[in-house]
């Protein structure tokens, strides 16, 4: 199997962010690479679904982690993140401008209802 570099790309992304996903599950506050990953992940996924608008993903792309799911200074580091992702019609430029600006989880997109965690909260649940 021969992968295009953004193909490659896009396998990093996933991998850091099942990684980072289970260590937030789990209570452990992410770092730099992990909140980054399971951002730029979910707007990837929700991209592909065709169910979202580029407005609508630089609007939840800010509220998937806070302040209390990091390690401390985390939201400092990240100013912005800019990712070319796939739409059903074509790629395209998102841009999400502090991406890590809320304080608290329950002012967050429920755990739940985020794409890319589906699986893994209900294989937690059934163990």
């Known amino acids: 199997m021969k992968l295009t570099q953004k193909e490659l790309e896009r396998a990093t992304v996933f991998s850091v962010a099942e990684v980072s996903r289970r260590r937030w599950l789990s209570g452990i506050k992410l770092n730099y690479v992990e909140a980054m990953a399971i951002i730029m992940d979910e707007m990837y996924e929700r991209s592909r679904t065709g169910r979202y608008s580029i407005n609508d993903l630089v609007e939840d792309g800010s509220q998937i982690i806070t302040e209390e799911d990091c390690m401390e200074g985390v939201s400092d580091l990240i100013d912005s993140i800019d990712m070319v992702i796939l739409f059903p019609d074509g790629s395209k430029l998102l ?16 755990m739940e209802e985020l794409l890319s965690l589906k699986a893994l909260i209900h294989m937690k649940q059934e163990a």
């Not at 841009?95 to 997109?109: C, W």
């Open 95 to 110: 841009s999400i401008q502090s991406p890590i600006r809320l304080e608290k989880r329950e002012e967050a997109i429920p």
